[in-house]
């Protein structure tokens, strides 16, 4: 029989419980230092609306001092965030700031601030943060900018999720020793959340900060507005007992006045709706080329596999996992809570060296689950982080026979032992593995672990401080659960289609969407097929739709594709090693599009300083454009994005949380996290 071992893995940050330091989004300063800057007003604007999100953050930063000083604005990288606007108010007037090679905008930026010039550059510090840095804040006067970045929004078995990362993950410790974080907001916080959706929305939550702060204007169409109005109108015992006993609970405003926690929201689209194609195109009058998004929703045809599992859990025991083991130990509970009685599991921990701890499997019985269980809880950290040694362990003494899952609990920081991504991926090739990645915490190695997940055809999933870790793990133990399309390729023909990201797509798994961006020449009818296998077995999906002639409401995607673009050359010199040529192409399409990557930054100087440097306003143009059609679409109500009407590619409706049983118990971990993150506070 072939083997087919499916790998969960938990990335744990650094600030799980109480007794974690506290780290957050905010303002640098050096240790001890008594700099007088502050952040007098952060006010956050987020859309979604077909199939991606534009979240904009804007700031006052206020010097209270007697001198001009440098503002150092850092916060956590969202997933997958191509930062597209950045802009400085100079003289009153914004000035919308352009993308150079990294070391050609940080030596405009040092030679402006050296003359005592406005100046301001947005970096990325790898995976780890964001960073805005702002020259001169001027004494006792104010200081504004604004950040606007773009990523997906993909839906998971019926089931939306944004996050608004605030709390560092603490994984950069030179930086931690050297800085700290001025995370208060003096003035006021102003957060608003806007969904847009072709397709009904029964609810919306925002876990620990109330349940009826979500408005819904239409079926598809809902808003949250989080601010810093004072006083609560019920006390938070009260809310919490409104919450678990499902009565309608009473606003309760959030008094939100750090930036040290992240700010989670789900939306839950309305259960029977049927699997679909949508498209979404911008193209130009006139122009030959467009480009396109392109969102499968699979029908729930995918059939339940019978037969038990085995569950092997390898678990962080180094000094980084001090504090966290209250999170690990709940967390491996209620893995084991989901098994039934065919399955059975094992535990492994690992520090600098591996071991085992329950010598062989045992079955998912309910005395061995609370021994075990008390085992975990009971266990000390101590020592460095072998990543590969414990992963290895998890790997070897599998069962070829059965179906096996390894769920690796580590906060990620491999610093013993072979720690090289090539290591990682050159292991996983060498086993017939399926790696599901959970990544619980801002700033940890998504690049490593998510490159670990596509060579395996696995799927990464991103877990918050903030959220509840239950709920990730039922969703996935409900795709270990099902079968999956593997093997999956997609073709269009009847209109040319080029430059396709992902060029791989690898396995599609219960409840997962497929999102494709590329590009297109004129227009025409599309002939779509999607196929792989099921369980051996060839299946093909078929529909074919119209691609527009024009299309001009969505200049977003332009940059979508453009970092999707980039993310898959990394990919491939994360696998076969540096190559200046790709690095210069990655660099060459950001500075294009006007995006902040590893390879660029984006400066802002007076427009005199820029025609004098001979900097093109390429994306002072871009941001414009872009943000003229986010204005005409914020007058529209939702747009029916779907393609297939005439021609369904699926029979049966998409998967979803709202039929009952364990995807029911999915939804409502995510109102229990939010009355125990309420308790905490």
């Not at 839906?155 to 939306?160: F, H, R």
């Not at 084991?336 to 499997?361: M, P, V």
């Not at 914020?634 to 297939?644: M, T």
Request: glycine share 10%.
């Amino acid at each position: 029989m072939r083997k087919l071992f499916l790998i969960c893995t938990l990335i744990v940050s650094a600030c799980l419980t109480a007794t974690s330091p506290a780290l957050a989004a905010g303002l640098l300063t050096p240790v001890g230092s008594n700099t007088p800057l502050a952040i007098r007003d952060h006010s956050v604007n987020v859309i979604v609306e077909d199939g991606y999100v534009v979240t904009e953050v804007d700031q006052v930063f206020i010097n209270t001092g007697s001198n001009d000083v440098e503002a150092h604005y850092t916060f956590p990288v969202p997933k997958h965030a191509a930062v597209s606007e950045f802009t400085y108010w100079i003289d009153g007037a914004p000035v919308h700031g352009e993308v150079l090679e990294k070391a050609r905008a940080t030596a405009l930026y040092e030679s402006e601030k050296a003359a005592g010039r406005e100046a301001a550059i947005a970096e990325k510090d790898a995976y780890r943060t964001f960073d805005v840095r702002v020259t001169p804040v001027r004494a006792g006067q104010d200081t504004r900018v604004r950040l606007v970045y773009l990523q997906s929004a993909p839906v998971d078995t019926g089931i939306g999720r944004y996050l608004y990362p605030l709390e560092d993950g603490g994984v950069d410790e030179q930086r931690n020793a050297f800085w700290e974080v001025r995370d208060t907001v003096k003035g006021q916080f102003n957060f608003n959340f806007e969904i847009k959706s072709s397709y009904p929305i029964d609810a919306v939550r925002v876990p620990g900060r109330g349940q009826n702060i979500a408005n819904k204007i239409a079926d598809g169409h809902w808003r949250v507005d989080l601010t810093t109005a004072a006083g609560p109108a019920a006390g938070f015992d009260d809310q919490i007992a409104q919450i678990e006993s499902g009565e309608a609970a009473t606003p309760v405003a959030t008094q939100v006045t750090r930036l040290d926690k992240d700010i989670v929201i789900y939306w839950r689209h309305q259960p029977g709706l049927p699997g679909s194609v949508d498209l979404v195109a911008h193209k130009n009058a006139g122009d030959n080329t467009g480009t396109f998004m392109l969102t499968v929703t699979p029908g729930d045809d995918l059939p339940v596999i019978e037969q038990g599992r085995d569950w092997v859990f390898v678990l962080d025991v180094s000094g980084s996992m001090q504090g966290k083991f209250a999170t690990l130990a709940d967390g491996v509970q209620k893995s084991l809570g989901t098994l039934n009685a065919q399955d059975r599991f094992k535990i492994f921990t690992f520090s600098g060296n591996a071991k085992e701890l329950t010598q062989g499997f045992h079955t998912a019985t309910e005395d061995q689950i609370r021994h075990y269980v008390d085992v975990v809880g009971r266990l000390a950290s101590g020592g460095g982080t072998n990543l590969h040694a414990g992963l290895s362990a998890g790997l070897n003494g599998l069962d070829s026979d059965r179906t096996s899952a390894i769920a690796l609990i580590t906060d990620g920081v491999a610093n013993v032992g072979n720690t090289k991504k090539k290591a990682f991926l050159k292991l996983l090739k060498t086993h017939d593995v399926r790696l599901f990645t959970f990544i619980l915490g801002n700033s940890a190695n998504q690049p490593l672990l998510e490159a670990m997940t596509e060579v395996s055809n696995g799927i990464a999933m991103n877990t918050s401080n903030s959220d509840d870790i239950s709920g990730q793990l039922m969703q996935a133990v409900g795709k270990v659960r099902h079968a999956a399309l593997n093997n999956v390729t997609l073709s269009i023909d009847g209109v040319r289609v080029s430059d396709l990201t992902p060029t791989k797509i690898g396995s599609l798994y219960h409840g997962e969407q497929l999102s494709v961006l590329g590009h297109y020449r004129k227009s025409g009818t599309a002939r779509v097929e999607l196929s792989g296998t099921v369980q051996g077995q060839p299946v093909i999906y078929r529909t074919a739709f119209d691609f527009p002639d024009a299309a001009n409401t969505n200049p977003e995607l332009e940059r979508l594709w453009a970092y999707a673009t980039i993310e898959n050359m990394q990919q491939q010199l994360d696998y076969f090693g540096d190559d200046d040529g790709t690095i210069g192409a990655m660099t060459d399409l950001a500075v294009d599009y006007g995006l902040v990557t590893d390879h660029t930054s984006m400066i802002v100087v007076r427009d005199e300083v820029f025609e004098a440097n001979q900097i093109d306003r390429r994306n002072r143009d871009r941001t414009q454009q872009d943000r003229l059609a986010r204005e005409a679409r914020r007058q529209q109500a939702p747009v029916d994005r779907r393609a297939d009407k005439a021609q369904p590619m699926y029979s049966s409706n998409r998967p979803s949380t709202g039929g009952g049983g364990g995807s029911f118990g999915l939804w409502m971990l995510v109102l229990l996290a939010g009355s125990r993150l309420l308790r905490q506070r």
